[in-house]
């Protein structure tokens, strides 16, 4: 069963516009990850927080950890097109597995 | 270097054939893991590997589900008598991580094989 669930279940901007993207998860955890998926394709790993940190940047890429209400965001800045695509995140707790959310379908419109 | 590999990429079985599905790790990873990935959902966890021995079985759905590793490198998914709830994408990673350093690695993700049971 799944850890957590995203929200929301899909997005649609317009191209520049900023993408926000919620998780929440349900028990504990050490490190937090969201991941990228293309269509028919892999996952990529995009960042990780841990859970003493509150807020990560990568690029255009921001995510913050709030782990009194067991939730985090992903913020996309200035999205491009190439930005559509499905995005996960995921928690690893006492095992090294991770265990995904249902994922945001984002779609940016050029 | 090259990444994570699957293959096949598409798998069309009919329903009771017997399945298997490989999968190449990046060279020095020491952990492997094995997700299945319906459509619409996130990924979710079947095994885990470390080198050749399997650590965690527990999100296998059935007996009818066999994950080897032999040689802690290449792994093999298997899977017995297909039925239609079988059909969904399965996804290999690979990781530097060992529980036993406590450090947290990155999981590389491999194109998946999807696989579709009629």
């Known amino acids: 069963s799944q850890q957590g669930e995203e929200d929301p279940q899909a997005l649609s901007i317009q191209e520049g516009e900023n993408a926000t993207m919620n998780c929440s998860y349900k028990t504990s955890i050490n490190n937090l990850q969201w991941y990228r998926q293309n269509s028919g394709r892999g996952l990529v790993h995009l960042i990780l927080?841990?859970?003493?940190?509150r807020e990560k940047h990568s690029g255009r890429l921001r995510v913050t950890l709030d782990t009194s209400k067991k939730s985090s965001s992903l913020l996309i800045t200035a999205s491009r097109a190439a930005d559509t695509a499905s995005y996960f995140c995921?928690?690893?707790?006492?095992?090294?597995?991770?265990?995904f959310g249902e994922g945001t379908q984002l779609t940016v419109n050029p | 270097g090259a990444g994570v590999s699957q293959s096949p990429r598409y798998k069309v079985a009919k329903r009771g054939q017997d399945v298997a599905l490989r999968c190449d790790p990046i060279s020095g990873h020491v952990s492997l893991f094995w997700y299945q990935q319906a459509l619409g959902q996130g990924p979710e966890f079947l095994t885990y590997?470390?080198?050749?021995?399997?650590?965690?079985k527990s999100g296998l759905p059935s007996d009818r589900f066999f994950a080897e590793r032999p040689e802690g490198s290449v792994s093999t998914l298997k899977i017995q008598r297909t039925q239609q709830e079988d059909s969904a994408v399965y996804l290999c990673?690979?990781?530097?991580?060992?529980?036993?350093?406590?450090?947290?690695?990155?999981?590389?993700f491999g194109p998946g094989t999807r696989l579709t049971v009629t």
């Open positions: 995921a928690t690893d707790g006492k095992v090294s597995r991770l265990t």
């Open positions: 590997f470390q080198n050749e021995a399997q650590l965690d």
């Open positions: 990673a690979s990781s530097l991580a060992s529980p036993r350093t406590g450090r947290v690695h990155e999981q590389y």
């Open positions: 927080i841990r859970s003493n940190e």
